[in-house]
């Protein structure tokens, strides 16, 4: 079963706009991390943010955590036609392996 | 570094047949994962080694799969016999695993059609 659940399971916005992904997820974690899928490609690993953390900046990316809600946002400011992908957030519930989401698809109109 | 390469890139077979993946992980990578893509399903874990072992399989399916890692730089997937069932994209994820967090990297993915 999967850990985290993204939300909303679709988005579109105007290039320039912010976009705004939530994952929440079950169980206690050591850390969460956020991946994007380009159509036809692997993941690739975006930002990585410990269970001690509140909050965690990487360029137009920035990621919150909150651990007593269970939750995770990803925040992408003044998007680009370029971040239209699928979003994935993933647990690390025992440091031995992750659980992804079922993503959340960001379309980016320019 | 070329990244984690799989091959092939595409596989298209029939029902009953024999299919191998295979991964090369980063060099000096020492965790390999394989995983499952389906639209219904989502990112499913198959199975994962750390240090050419295998640690947790509890994700593959069935018995008509399975996994090796022979040495440090190659691993395979089988699947014998295939099923139209197992049509999806197959991506191998390789880490370095320190204590308490990492990042996997993933390679391009293969994506298996079964007739």
């Known amino acids: 079963s999967q850990q985290g659940e993204e939300d909303p399971q679709a988005l579109s916005i105007q290039e320039g706009e912010n976009a705004t992904m939530n994952c929440s997820y079950k169980t206690s974690i050591n850390n969460l991390q956020w991946y994007r899928q380009n159509s036809g490609r692997g993941l690739v690993h975006l930002i990585l943010i410990r269970s001690n953390e509140r909050e965690k900046h990487s360029g137009r990316l920035r990621v919150t955590l909150d651990t007593s809600k269970k939750s995770s946002s990803l925040l992408i400011t003044a998007s680009r036609a370029a971040d239209t992908a699928s979003y994935f957030c993933a647990t690390d519930a025992k440091g031995n392996k992750l659980v992804f989401g079922a993503g959340t698809i960001l379309r980016v109109k320019s | 570094d070329a990244g984690v390469i799989q091959s092939p890139r595409h596989e298209v077979t029939e029902m009953g047949q024999e299919v191998t993946l295979r991964c090369k992980p980063i060099?000096?990578?020492?965790?390999l994962f394989w995983y499952r893509q389906t639209m219904m399903r989502g990112l499913e874990l198959l199975i994962y080694?750390?240090?050419?072992?295998?640690?947790?399989d509890s994700g593959m399916p069935e018995d008509r799969f399975s996994a090796k890692m022979p040495n440090a730089s190659f691993s395979t997937l089988k699947i014998q016999p295939s099923e139209p069932r197992d049509s999806a994209v197959y991506f191998c994820?390789?880490?370095?695993?320190?204590?308490?967090?990492?990042?996997?990297?993933f390679g391009p993915g293969t994506r298996l059609t079964v007739t």
């Open positions: 060099s000096g990578h020492n965790s």
């Open positions: 080694f750390n240090n050419n072992v295998p640690i947790d």
């Open positions: 994820a390789s880490s370095l695993r320190i204590t308490g967090e990492y990042e996997q990297y």
